[in-house]
């Protein structure tokens, strides 16, 4: 047993080793018959040895574990036989950093007095009063910094003892730390003040007091972020209202040109929109790109906010630099709920991208059945054409959206329409195969033998793409098979040229 024990100096006695062991493990009534009944002996009956210490005595740090488990009397003997009071273990844990840690203010205060080192780091950069602030300890944290500890000591993050009592909520800690000079606003690597971290874990009582402190309500970290940013993603309301009333720029950009208010509508959070705006935040405000609150709150399909927003006056045409409007945004991605709010507002419907897309010609595209309907009820133009030829039932028939194209034929698209290069809505079905669209568009009247300038008709086109279903449906429909372009390929010269024995 004595040859596994190091309490830490090679000079110490077997007999110093065994004592060390002794009062420090073993239980009152073993130790009773081995030794006599002393004031260290008392002391040690009243506090049991936990798990933790008997791992420190296995491993050779009998002074270590007697400051763990708060040993007064053990650590007095220990120190008295010449025990190195800043031994450290593997992990870089002293004495005092067991004591500090496990809130043991008598024997903090010991160690102190027989010159603890103060500053000493453990493995992960942590010092005394790092480790006691960590766990709580608001007598231990008073004890160090009467004896000198460092207030302004950073982890290798950045965070001060400040930024860690924050983040606990602990609210006598940090009045401490600030009665004893910790700075208010140091920033850590993220550039994040006490105040944000408080903040970020809802502790608005430590807000309370570092506002009163001086915290600048308006700091930025190194996204440009500020605390009412925060608040305004984690849709925290209490800790918002307090930034507000505490004079937070309700306005103010982060690196992307967010604001709180676009930040909020993004994150959905409909009660941090409403204080936001009730504080006077700018409605239609721009990032860099062009995107407002409402055009972010569209995209996102966040519909109470669209709502909130679209009641309180943001301007429901307002496009980003790229000319996408709320309207086009929520049709982009099929939020049909925020296409009727934003049409019932009075949001253009047929406002055009920079290549003439129209809300109706990409709806159909995308078979977005419920918003082509929508659109088309607030009057949308059925048969306009984009700067690339597409018009919405050209669209819906080169996509395969045939109750898409039922519905556009059905308000008035015209089937035999044709783009500038003579493509009709028949021929693009016919082109990518799609039969259901192509059964569809001559049952409304698509002219099944309609030529483009070059001669190609529809059947002409299937065969060379090699559209057996396209081709079938057609012949059933009645297109002719004698016809020939102007080169003289007729739909069956064209499939044997191009080896689609099939047709």
Not at 82 to 88: P, R, T, Y
Not at 356 to 364: C, E, I, K
Not at 434 to 453: I, Q, Y
Not at 455 to 465: D, F, N, R
């Amino acid at each position: 047993m004595d040859s596994s024990i190091h309490i830490v100096d090679s000079t110490t006695h077997s007999n110093d080793k065994r004592f060390a062991y002794q009062v420090v493990t073993e239980p009152p009534r073993i130790r009773a018959k081995k030794m006599a009944s002393t004031e260290t002996d008392l002391a040690v009956r009243e506090t049991p040895v936990n798990e933790a210490g008997r791992e420190l005595i296995s491993t050779g740090y009998a002074l270590l574990a007697a400051c763990r488990c708060g040993k007064l009397k053990a650590v007095q003997d220990l120190l008295v036989r010449g025990a190195d009071i800043n031994v450290q273990d593997p992990r870089g844990k002293s004495a005092l950093v067991y004591a500090a840690m496990s809130g043991h203010t008598e024997v903090v205060s010991l160690l102190v007095e027989h010159g603890a080192n103060l500053e000493v780091t453990s493995a992960d950069g942590w010092t005394p009063l790092v480790f006691a602030v960590s766990h709580g300890y608001t007598n231990v944290v008073d004890i160090l910094l009467k004896a000198g500890a460092n207030i302004g000591f950073q982890l290798p993050s950045g965070d001060t003892v400040l930024h860690i009592a924050c983040e606990h909520g602990y609210l006598a800690i940090t009045e401490l730390l600030l009665k004893k000079g910790a700075r208010v606003d140091t920033p850590n690597k993220k550039k994040w003040r006490p105040l944000m971290i408080a903040a970020q874990h809802g502790h608005t009582n430590v807000m309370n007091i570092l506002l009163k402190a001086g915290a600048n309500v308006d700091s930025q970290d190194s996204y440009g972020w500020t605390t009412l940013h925060w608040a305004s993603f984690w849709g925290q309301l209490s800790i918002a209202e307090l930034l507000l009333v505490n004079g937070a720029d309700v306005d103010i950009p982060h690196v992307d040109g967010s604001t709180p208010l676009m930040v909020a509508a993004n994150s959905n959070h409909e009660h941090i929109v409403g204080i936001l705006l009730t504080s006077g935040a700018n409605i239609d405000t721009q990032s860099p790109n062009g995107s407002t609150a409402l055009n972010i709150a569209s995209s996102k399909g966040n519909i109470s906010i669209v709502k909130l927003l679209v009641e309180s006056g943001a301007s429901v045409d307002l496009p980003d630099n790229e000319g996408w409007t709320p309207l086009m945004s929520s049709v982009r991605n099929g939020h049909t709920i925020v296409v009727e709010i934003l049409l019932e507002a009075g949001a253009n419907v047929d406002v055009k991208l920079q290549g003439g897309t129209t809300p109706l010609l990409y709806a159909s595209w995308h078979g977005y059945l419920p918003i082509v309907e929508s659109l088309i009820t607030h009057g949308a133009k059925i048969n306009h054409f984009s700067s690339e030829g597409l018009s919405p039932l050209i669209s819906a028939a080169l996509q395969g959206h045939a109750a898409v194209a039922t519905t556009l034929l059905a308000s008035g698209a015209s089937p035999d329409l044709t783009n500038g290069e003579g493509w009709t809505s028949l021929m693009r079905a016919a082109e990518r195969g799609h039969r259901g669209v192509v059964k569809e568009l001559v049952r409304r009247g698509a002219d099944v033998d309609f030529k483009r300038p070059n001669g190609s008709t529809a059947l002409i086109i299937a065969c060379e793409h090699g559209q057996f279903d396209a081709v079938v449906e057609l012949v059933n429909r009645g297109a002719l098979i004698e016809l020939a372009d102007k080169e003289g390929y007729t739909p069956l010269i064209t499939a044997a040229q191009l080896g689609y024995s099939d047709i």
